[in-house]
Structures are given as structure tokens and as C-alpha cells.
């Protein structure tokens, strides 16, 4: 045969072959989709993971002495059938002669936790043993033992408890919350109502929920969780703890399938510090701040609205590092800042003196920082003083921005609570239908700054009202101190 012929014959081959390889891919492919769907599918069943983790789950049971109080008795008729029934129901020891006067007495509370390492660390809630005179143990075995506080932190909701025991515990890893999507399958042990060891599961509603808190990062889950499921853990199908169960949304104190666990990666930091310390020690940069709207990122030509805008910088480590007001922080430690709540986050879990690079975006152009972080917990137990301010201008009055405004004198400062040597404008008034009142700005409020420059007389604020006009901008950025606590608020200049 001839090469021509060769190559010939073997370009039919392939074409023969060709549906038989697309028919093999398909088949590869259909079965991937197949396994990747039965890996998320719901498992067959939950008992395998239930008896994995159970040793290491336990019951808290809390004794606290409430101290006795004096009552008043209900007003009587004297020798009414009813007199004796009040005077037994008020002091029913017999004790303090009927004067209302009641014994202490020993209240009960219940709660979860689980176990974390087999020398007895033990993570469960703060609220569950807060004010505890007493904390037993139950494990699943049966055994019972008494616990001691390592640590709490009232801000996460997190308590760390230690138990002694003769033999090595059963105990639960922590995994990667980061890693749980939404749509995942958990699984939460506990104690609700009492009604010990019990096992639920659903999936992940929502993650990065906040609720009330600073550091708040909860997972959202629809697996039941009721009164005594708190402290308990939530886990992940690998049977490792990915959050800690602490709080639901209910009309009526039952479960309505809206539940939430901490994350394990707000947790595990709280008890690597918890465990070494005995309290947190959290970061602290030393600076207020706001998000950054759009009106405000338009205001100062920055080209996104994210990033933490500073509001004030008092004495500490931010402002010895060179931090101004106005500025917006990008970059925390090399990671990016998409708003103020994350960044509390990256600040709060950084080392206590750790020297971190901050981005900052400053008059149109971005600078980096190098401040050495102070902890938080003695920042906030320390008065911040105020910081000295020029003397104040001599008063004058004028309408502008949808407000009255006019200089501080003594006796604004006095009305206001203000210090001696504080400077700026103040809204006299405001007109209720204009974007000032819309944006939150309210009569009494002080303007101290306009273009992230000092105003001490209307001419200030006029000359930059002018500048920003001339520079283009539709609204200029204004910092609004009410009470003492700033904001930023872009007024428009149109």
C-alpha cells in the first residue's frame, strides 16, 4: 500500500473513531457529575457522624446563689384568711417573721459544650457559665465532672473550661469556617430544654452573618437549635466543629429554623488566647472609623467605595505612626479592607505589638504606614484625652448647604458640652427638606473639618465649597462631630 494510501486509511480510522471517544467522554463526564452530586447529595444517613462525635459532646449544668431580698407583703386586711397564705408565700423557711425578708437561694441553668483536647479544655458559651458559683460536667458515658474557667470574653460569647480526669478525654477538632458554603450540610449536638445529647442537622443558611457584636461572624443554619443548645458545637459532614452554637431568631423561644454559631474562625483565635492567657489580648490601631459610601469615595476622588474611612485619630499607636483624619485605610497586614466591620476583624485577631504596613488613601494618592499595634482591652479601660485645638473665631452667621450655621463661641461650647478650645461650625439650624437633614444632620451637630481641612468661620467652608466646584466634584466631604463622636457625611455642591 502506498503512503498515500497509509495515511488515507488511517484518516477514516479516526473518523470512525470519533463518536466512539465522544460517546467514552460523555460517559466520564456524566459519571464526575454523578460522584460530584452524590458527594453533596444528603448522606444516607447521620448516625455514623452521631456516634464519631458524641464522646466528646457534653451537658453544662450551672449552680448560682441569687442573694436573698427583702419583699414587701401585699397590703392585707389583718386577720383575712389571706394574711397567713401571704405571710407563708413571702417567707416560706419560716424565717424573718413574715417581713418579707427572703433566704438566698441556688438557681439552676443548663447548656453544651464540647471537648478539645484529652487533658479537658472544654469551649461552650460565656453567657451559659457567667456568674456561675458552680459548673458540672456531663459526658455522654455518663461520668460527671466539675470544670473550672479558664477564660470568657463577654465580646464573642466564648468561655473556655478545664476539667480534670484521670483518663485521656474524647475529643473534637476544629475546621475551616472560611470553607463552608452556603447550601452545606452541618450537624448540631447538645442539650436543649434539657433533653440531653441530642442530635439535629440542616445546612448553611447564610454565612458572615453580625448580630450585635464587634467581632460578630456567625453562621446562619437552619438545623434546630434551642434553649440549652448553646455552647454546643456545629459540625461540618468530616465531623469537625465549624462553629459554636449561640443564638436563634424566634417569635417564641423555639426553634423557627433560623440559628447561629460562631464561626471557628473567630473561636479558635479567642481560645488560643483564652488558653495561654487566660483573656484575650486583641489588637488595637488606635483610630475611629465609617464605611465608605459612594457619595463620600466621590467626594475625595476615590475611584470604589470601599476601604475604612479614619474619623478621628486620638493618642495611640495610629496616630504615632503619622494616621490622619480623612484618611482611608485599604490595606491592613498586606490584606485588603473592604469596611470598617472587616477590618475590626483583622485588627482584633493581629498579635498585640505586631508592626503591620497600612495603605492608606490620602489626598488623591496612596501612602503606607508602619505602626506597632497596642492592645484594645487596655485601651478601652484608659480615658482618651482631647486633643488641643486653635482658638476659636469670632462669631458670624450664614445659610449655606441647606444649613444655619455659625462659629462656636463660649457659650455654644457650654450648651453643647463642648471643650473650652473646640473649634468648627454649628448647625443652628437645618432645613428639613434638604439633603443635609436626609443624610442625618440634625441642629447642635459640629462641623470641624470640610475637604478634610479645618473650618473655624463660614469663609472656610465657603473656600471649599469653591474648590471643590472649581476641581470638578459634585459634594464635598464634611466631618460632623455630634456628642463628640465623628462622621463623615458629602453634602452635594451643585
Known amino acids: 500500500m502506498t503512503p498515500q494510501a497509509l495515511t488515507l486509511s488511517a484518516r477514516n480510522d479516526a473518523a470512525r473513531l470519533r463518536p466512539v471517544w465522544a460517546l467514552l467522554l460523555g460517559i466520564a463526564l456524566m459519571l464526575a457529575q454523578t460522584s460530584l452530586a452524590l458527594a453533596r447529595a444528603a448522606p444516607e444517613s447521620f448516625a455514623d457522624l452521631a456516634e464519631k462525635i458524641s464522646p466528646a459532646v457534653v451537658n453544662i449544668t450551672t449552680s448560682t446563689v441569687i442573694a436573698g431580698h427583702t419583699g414587701v407583703n401585699p397590703m392585707v386586711p389583718e386577720g383575712s384568711p389571706f394574711e397567713e397564705f401571704f405571710r407563708d408565700f413571702m417567707n416560706p423557711d419560716g424565717n424573718g417573721g413574715g417581713d418579707g425578708n427572703r433566704p438566698p ?122 434553649r440549652g443548645n448553646s455552647g454546643g458545637p456545629l459540625f461540618n459532614m468530616d465531623g469537625e466543629v465549624v462553629g459554636v452554637n449561640t443564638a436563634i431568631l424566634s417569635p417564641n423561644g423555639g426553634s423557627i429554623g433560623i440559628g447561629f454559631a460562631m464561626s471557628s474562625a473567630v473561636v479558635t483565635n479567642v481560645v488560643d488566647q483564652l488558653k495561654e492567657f487566660g483573656e484575650t489580648r486583641r489588637g488595637w490601631l488606635g483610630v475611629r472609623i465609617q464605611d465608605v459610601t459612594d457619595d463620600v469615595a466621590e467626594a475625595i476622588g476615590l475611584q470604589e467605595a470601599k476601604g475604612a474611612l479614619v474619623t478621628d485619630v486620638p493618642e495611640g499607636p495610629a496616630a504615632e505612626a503619622g494616621m490622619e483624619s480623612g484618611d482611608v485605610i485599604m490595606s491592613f497586614d498586606g490584606h485588603d479592607v473592604a469596611d470598617t466591620r472587616g477590618l475590626v476583624r483583622q485588627v482584633g485577631n493581629a498579635p498585640v505589638g505586631k508592626a503591620v504596613r497600612v495603605v492608606v488613601f490620602r489626598e488623591g494618592k496612596t501612602q503606607t504606614l508602619k505602626i506597632t499595634l497596642g492592645r484594645r482591652e487596655t485601651a478601652e479601660a484608659a480615658a482618651v484625652p482631647a486633643a488641643a485645638k486653635p482658638n476659636a473665631p469670632e462669631p458670624e452667621a450664614k445659610q449655606m448647604l441647606g444649613l444655619t450655621l455659625t462659629p462656636l463661641t463660649d457659650e455654644l461650647r457650654g450648651q453643647l458640652d463642648l471643650g473650652a478650645d473646640a473649634e468648627g461650625l454649628v448647625v443652628k439650624e437645618i432645613d428639613e427638606t434638604g439633603e443635609a437633614y436626609e443624610k442625618g444632620l440634625r441642629a447642635g451637630d459640629v462641623i470641624t473639618e470640610a475637604g478634610q481641612r479645618k473650618v473655624a468661620v463660614v469663609a472656610d467652608l465657603e473656600a471649599r465649597v469653591d474648590e471643590a466646584r472649581e476641581a470638578g466634584r459634585k459634594s464635598l466631604l464634611l466631618l460632623v462631630r455630634r456628642q463628640g463622636e465623628p462622621r463623615f457625611v458629602a453634602l452635594s455642591v451643585d
Open 105 to 226: 437561694r441556688r438557681s439552676q441553668a443548663l447548656g453544651s459544650g464540647f471537648v478539645i483536647s484529652e487533658d479537658g479544655y472544654i469551649v461552650t458559651n460565656n453567657h451559659v457559665i457567667e456568674k456561675a458559683d458552680e459548673i458540672q460536667i456531663e459526658f455522654f458515658s455518663g461520668k460527671v465532672l466539675e470544670a473550672k474557667v479558664v477564660g470568657t470574653d463577654p465580646n464573642t460569647d466564648i468561655a473556655l473550661l478545664k476539667v480534670d480526669s484521670d483518663a485521656p478525654l474524647a475529643f473534637v477538632p476544629f475546621g475551616s469556617s472560611d470553607l463552608m458554603r452556603v447550601g452545606d450540610w452541618v450537624m448540631a449536638m447538645g442539650n436543649p430544654l434539657g433533653q440531653g445529647f441530642s442530635v439535629s442537622a440542616g445546612i448553611v443558611s447564610a454565612r458572615g452573618r453580625a448580630l450585635s457584636g464587634t467581632y460578630d461572624d456567625y453562621i446562619q443554619t437552619d438545623a434546630a437549635i434551642n
